[in-house]
């Protein structure tokens, strides 16, 4: 370890500000000194990473020593990031999935055929990060199959009983232009496809018959309607309701808003004159995208699962939503979610928060019988 990497370690639990270990490692890359960068990331995980929660300048920094290496094109920041994720734990869930989202957004896919083959003079990738790196690779309309390397360990035998596993190695039709990340060295924007539904609503009370509904919500459609969302409850302030119901008859799309307020959905409880429902529909292409942007960026207070897990949750809120067979493939999934009827909706209820995070969301499945509702919130 050099005396500056030394010194540096040993003042940062006692800074107020990083900017300056910030502006010394930007330096030196500028510079061509990248295993500076590295270098200091790996003596700072090295001293800091058990104790990590306690000292939050090793956070600040390690992130902006990950972000200037994976954001800065070359096969030399790469090698160099990969050095410092395996000292600083790549293996860990949530930093693969990060670390993943950065490294796709940030290289062109040829200086990453070294994390895959292997070939790495410095460290090697942890199967995680390969794993997570393949569909951030596909969301962002990489073709796998004309980069040999990659396809070669994506289609191998090492990941095949893996969850991610379950995706194609391309983006489906639902899929196309996927509301990703803008990643950069200071942070990253990204685009939300939902929101609150504001508007003028629609009236209520002048049908005269709606069809009866039977309520068959099951505890495993429950949670994989709310795959998507599920990040919102266990990592900030977010809350879903899901349900299920069989129709006495088929309900038509007039009377749609009628029947959901008798369904007794606590997100609808209290709509009437005052409070109004906004009900809108939409293409299954929008109902993918509102559940890949809530699962893959968060709710208010979390980052969400990124790209590739992100995808992953959006299937399978859809798969449940849609109502595909359990052990569906994503064509079949992607399939019966065409053929379903979607619409988006929120009110001005105690239950949706109305901030940014709001999600509504209604299927009715062919033949007008079978209606499938998600709704989520979120606050800060």
């Given at each position: 370890?050099?005396?500056?990497?030394?010194?540096?370690?040993?003042?940062?639990?006692?800074?107020?500000?990083?900017?300056?270990?910030?502006?010394?490692?930007?330096?030196?890359?500028?510079?061509?000194?990248?295993?500076?960068?590295?270098?200091?990331?790996?003596?700072?995980?090295?001293?800091?990473?058990?104790?990590?929660?306690?000292?939050?300048?090793?956070?600040?920094?390690?992130?902006?020593?990950?972000?200037?290496?994976?954001?800065?094109?070359?096969?030399?920041?790469?090698?160099?990031?990969?050095?410092?994720?395996?000292?600083?734990?790549?293996?860990?869930?949530?930093?693969?999935?990060?670390?993943?989202?950065?490294?796709?957004?940030g290289?062109?896919?040829?200086?990453?055929?070294?994390?895959?083959?292997?070939?790495?003079?410095?460290?090697?990738?942890?199967?995680?990060?390969?794993?997570?790196?393949?569909?951030?690779?596909?969301?962002?309309?990489?073709?796998?199959?004309?980069?040999?390397?990659?396809?070669?360990?994506?289609?191998s035998?090492?990941?095949?009983?893996?969850?991610?596993?379950?995706?194609?190695?391309?983006?489906?039709?639902?899929?196309?232009?996927?509301?990703?990340?803008?990643?950069?060295?200071?942070?990253?924007?990204?685009?939300?496809?939902?929101?609150?539904?504001?508007?003028?609503?629609?009236?209520?009370?002048?049908?005269?018959?709606?069809?009866?509904?039977?309520?068959?919500?099951?505890?495993?459609?429950?949670?994989?309607?709310?795959?998507?969302?599920?990040?919102w409850?266990?990592e900030?302030?977010?809350?879903?309701?899901?349900?299920?119901?069989?129709?006495?008859?088929?309900?038509e799309?007039?009377?749609?808003p009628?029947?959901?307020?008798?369904?007794?959905?606590?997100?609808?409880?209290?709509?009437?004159?005052?409070?109004?429902?906004?009900?809108?529909?939409?293409?299954?292409?929008?109902?993918?995208?509102?559940?890949?942007?809530?699962?893959?960026?968060?709710?208010?207070?979390?980052?969400?699962?990124?790209?590739?897990?992100?995808?992953?949750?959006?299937?399978?809120?859809?798969?449940?939503?849609?109502?595909?067979?359990?052990?569906?493939?994503?064509?079949?999934?992607?399939r019966?979610?065409?053929?379903?009827?979607?619409?988006s909706?929120?009110?001005?209820?105690?239950?949706?928060?109305?901030?940014?995070?709001?999600?509504?969301?209604?299927?009715?499945?062919?033949?007008?019988?079978?209606?499938?509702?998600?709704a989520?919130?979120?606050?800060?």
């Amino acid at each position: 370890m050099s005396d500056r990497i030394q010194k540096i370690v040993t003042q940062l639990p006692n800074l107020k500000s990083v900017t300056k270990v910030w502006d010394a490692a930007e330096h030196s890359l500028a510079k061509g000194d990248a295993a500076f960068v590295a270098d200091l990331g790996i003596a700072l995980a090295n001293r800091y990473g058990s104790s990590a929660a306690e000292v939050w300048q090793y956070w600040s920094v390690l992130d902006r020593l990950l972000r200037l290496l994976t954001t800065t094109p070359g096969q030399e920041h790469v090698e160099q990031a990969l050095r410092l994720l395996s000292a600083a734990g790549s293996t860990k869930r949530k930093l693969a999935r990060y670390a993943a989202s950065l490294l796709a957004a940030g290289q062109a896919p040829e200086n990453l055929i070294a994390v895959f083959a292997g070939r790495s003079s410095r460290a090697g990738a942890s199967e995680e990060l390969r794993m997570c790196l393949v569909h951030e690779l596909v969301l962002r309309g990489v073709t796998i199959e004309k980069a040999p390397e990659i396809e070669r360990w994506a289609t191998s035998s090492h990941w095949r009983h893996h969850p991610l596993a379950w995706l194609p190695l391309e983006l489906s039709a639902l899929e196309e232009t996927p509301p990703l990340p803008s990643h950069a060295v200071g942070g990253s924007s990204y685009s939300m496809p939902y929101g609150p539904q504001d508007g003028p609503g629609v009236t209520l009370g002048n049908v005269t018959h709606v069809p009866s509904a039977t309520e068959t919500t099951t505890e495993a459609f429950c949670e994989a309607a709310a795959a998507a969302v599920a990040n919102w409850a266990e990592e900030s302030n977010g809350r879903s309701e899901a349900g299920t119901y069989d129709l006495a008859e088929p309900v038509e799309a007039g009377n749609l808003p009628d029947l959901l307020v008798t369904l007794g959905l606590e997100c609808l409880n209290g709509v009437g004159p005052r409070k109004r429902l906004a009900l809108t529909s939409c293409q299954p292409e929008r109902a993918w995208h509102m559940l890949f942007a809530a699962a893959s960026t968060g709710g208010a207070y979390n980052n969400g699962e990124y790209g590739a897990y992100g995808r992953l949750a959006a299937w399978r809120s859809l798969a449940a939503l849609s109502g595909a067979p359990t052990e569906a493939a994503v064509g079949e999934v992607e399939r019966s979610a065409q053929a379903c009827d979607w619409y988006s909706f929120g009110a001005a209820t105690k239950w949706f928060e109305r901030v940014t995070w709001d999600i509504g969301l209604v299927s009715i499945a062919p033949g007008a019988r079978r209606l499938a509702v998600l709704a989520a919130t979120d606050t800060d």
